[in-house]
């Protein structure tokens, strides 16, 4: 008994020695700050991370990735904000598939584990507590990243904007929308955590003293006819009360782009996000210069804004 | 409680420490303990069950006594025994199959009779303990084994936690008395103990988990596939289930040999079959075994004509089909078995290869052989793992449509890769962890690490055994 609990003892401390050491080199991935640039921070999903281009700004990072939930942007958004105290205005997208609990799946289903690989270092460890995930896939993947071995690239989760230079890929539309709001067959529900995460991200650039501006990019008509109006519904009635908390909401979700702006049906290729990036820009200084974003009373920007659009 | 799960990882070690502290000298106390031990491990799944077990135990007990006791009746203890058993395996596993198809019998005919299926949830392992307790009393019955007076001893031996729920489904002529014996730790047993838990996590968390992830997509959504995707799919079920349950079995064995028993083997390279005799001698030994020896010989085996032969031949793969599942895709898996066996049974040459290969390359001829056996095993496991068995003659048709379509890569096919290139080295031996002292130790420490580090990588898809629905 003696010999064979002396055998493990050591196979076993060797293992924790080599994981110790991993542990030791990757930690630094946990602590370590971002390093952004520009006082404009643009978050959220892959709708603003394809159309909100920031080196058209004067000073502005996008940060956004593709499938992101709120409960992720919530997170990586506090972490951006911490380590980069010039951040002054945030763009968070906002758009009818935030509300789908598809979002929710990607965190608690099957690709789950993919999600928390990208996520893993902004993520609280008891975040199990507040959300439902899969706890044994988001543990597993805290040790397999930090002690398995040696992780060298850049923080996962950050992101970026994506340039698409094709036109609208016509195939996709009917997967599109099953994957978005009919995953397993019937409408596949409202996420029971967007209102939550989104109210912790008004919370937290509130208390930052941070403006925060939700941005709607536009879909193309085709996708947005086959939206189900639950979703619609859950869309206005947030959007509604976040006007009347006095955030800025620039809904330019039913603007009639021409095809030939997107990449697909809910997303702009490059031309596309060269025009919206104008756009966003333009409203935003205008909105600045009348001050009217306060307690606004202006439902849908796009209304007053379809002159300026290209093919309408 | 999973073999792959954290609480298994924390209550093997306890009950191994508790159970070597009581002392090899004091048997039945080691006994109550593993049984305490067995109910806890059970029960941590679903306790309700329990009670299912302690009855069918008891009856069991009572019954091994009976038929030693008197020479009156013995036929009716062996079948109060038979009716106990199989009507409890029947009501959970089979009740609402045998509902739905006799509805749908009268419903051809014009009928519609008003009987309605039950919910019933089948209790975990139940047709593995099940088959074990009926050895105990056929075996008596057969004066094959004289009952045990000690009770104790007789519910830890049904209950045994390492093989309770999927087996190897023991004999109780030859784990029961193991039982009653002092059980010695030695060095080199739990050594292998060890090295065979290892292996069969290996198999169970990097090879089955991760091909179950694709073969789930792939049998799900077939119709969307294309041809080559549908074959990955059905290679990558083939290896799932090989991993799955020779894993279970590796990890079940080791286990048990941590506590100073020897379980029989039940699977022995499977893959690497010649033809498909020798598969079924190689794939879940301990059924088919138990197949042979309690249905197939009473039956007349291969005495009679050969009319009779081959009754009893079709009769034995389609029960094994059947005890699987209630589900006509397991009746089809177990007739299609047969139907691969009989022109090798027909040509005298189901007992041509009864070794491995003694060469590590294996010949033209030799490969040829595994890899028209194996592929014949591939397309018998899509009626294995299909909805219902339209559902696996579409899938069947896909594979040889030769369409293109959506693809999916099997990513982690190397795994399984990596797997039998270890086996084939090893298959001389009982495992793929099993070396011989004159390996050297780095070799052996990197092996054993490396199967540790890609546990750990691959840990986070833990899924339930396949066999437990069984």
Known sequence: MKQLLKSILIFCSLMAGYLAINLLINFHRLTDPISLEGNVLIVGDSHLNTSLNPDQFASASNICMGGEAYILTFYKLKKAIEDNGQIDHVLCGFSYNNFSAYRDARLTGEKSKSQFSKYYPVLPLDLPEKIVVNETKFYHTFLRELTLYPNFSPPPYLGGFVKYPYELDKANLKETIRKHYYTNGPFIGISPYTEQFLDSIVSFTTEKNIELTLVSAPLHREYRSRIPEEIKTAFNKTKLRMTRKGILVLDFLDISYNDTLFKDYDHLNYEGAQIFTELIKKEISNRKMNGAHKKQDIENPADIRQQDLPNN | ?470
Not at chain 2, 240 to 266: E, H, V
Request: net charge positive.
């Open chain 2, 1 to 470: 409680m999973l073999f792959n799960s954290i609480e298994f990882v924390v209550f093997l070690p306890i009950v191994f420490a508790i159970y070597w502290l009581i002392g090899s000298a004091r048997i039945k106390s080691q006994n109550l303990f593993l049984l305490a031990s067995s109910y806890v491990f059970y029960g941590w799944w679903d306790y309700r069950f329990l009670a299912l077990i302690a009855f069918s135990s008891v009856v069991d007990f009572v019954v091994g006594q009976q038929l030693h006791r008197t020479e009156k009746f013995r036929k009716g203890w062996l079948a109060l025994s038979l009716t106990v058993n199989l009507g409890l395996l029947g009501f959970f596993k089979y009740y609402n199959f045998f509902v739905d198809n006799f509805v749908e019998a009268f419903r051809f005919f014009g009928q519609a009779p008003d009987i309605s299926t039950l919910s019933i949830i089948l209790p975990v392992g139940i047709s593995f303990y099940t088959f074990q307790t009926l050895s105990y009393t056929i075996d008596i019955y057969r004066r094959k084994l004289g009952p045990t007076k000690d009770f104790v001893g007789f519910m830890a031996y049904v209950s045994f936690f390492p093989q309770l729920v999927a087996g190897p489904i023991e004999r109780a002529t030859k784990l029961l008395p193991q039982f009653f014996e002092k059980r010695k730790f030695t060095y080199a047993q739990g050594r292998d103990g060890m090295r065979q838990i290892l292996w069969g996590l290996f198999k169970k968390i990097v090879v089955a988990d991760t091909c179950a992830i694709f073969a789930n997509d792939i049998f799900s959504n077939s119709a969307e596939y294309g041809s080559a995707t549908l074959l990955i799919g059905a290679l990558c079920f083939t290896f799932q289930i090989y991993g799955d349950f020779s894993g279970y079995s590796d990890i079940a064995i080791g286990t048990a040999k941590l506590f100073g028993f020897n379980l029989m083997t039940n699977f022995r390279y499977p893959y690497f079959s010649r033809d498909i005799a020798e598969f079924w001698r190689r794939w879940h030994i301990s059924l088919s075994s138990w197949f042979r020896d309690y249905v197939y010989i009473p039956l007349g085996g291969s005495n009679g004509t050969r009319k009779r032969t081959l009754i009893n031949i079709f009769v034995i793969f389609l029960v094994s089909g059947f005890w699987h599942g209630a589900n006509w895709t397991f009746i089809v898996w177990g007739g299609l078995n047969a139907l691969y066996f009989v022109p090798i049974f027909l040509l005298k040459k189901n007992r041509n290869n009864l070794d491995h290969v003694d060469y590590f390359w294996p010949g033209w001829n030799n490969f040829s052989h595994i890899l028209f056996t194996f592929s014949l095993t591939v397309l018998a496991w899509v009626f294995f793992r299909a909805e219902n068995v339209g559902h696996a003659f579409d899938y069947i048709v896909g594979i040889f449509s030769f369409t293109g379509g959506k693809w999916h890569g099997g990513d982690y096919l190397p795994l399984a890769a990596l797997m039998l290139i270890i086996e084939w080295t090893m298959r001389k031996r009982g495992f793929g962890l099993d070396f011989s002292a004159h390996v050297p130790k780095w070799l052996r420490w990197t092996l054993y690490s490396m199967c540790v580090w890609l546990i750990l990588f691959f840990f986070g898809e833990e899924q339930a055994f396949i066999y437990f629905q069984f």
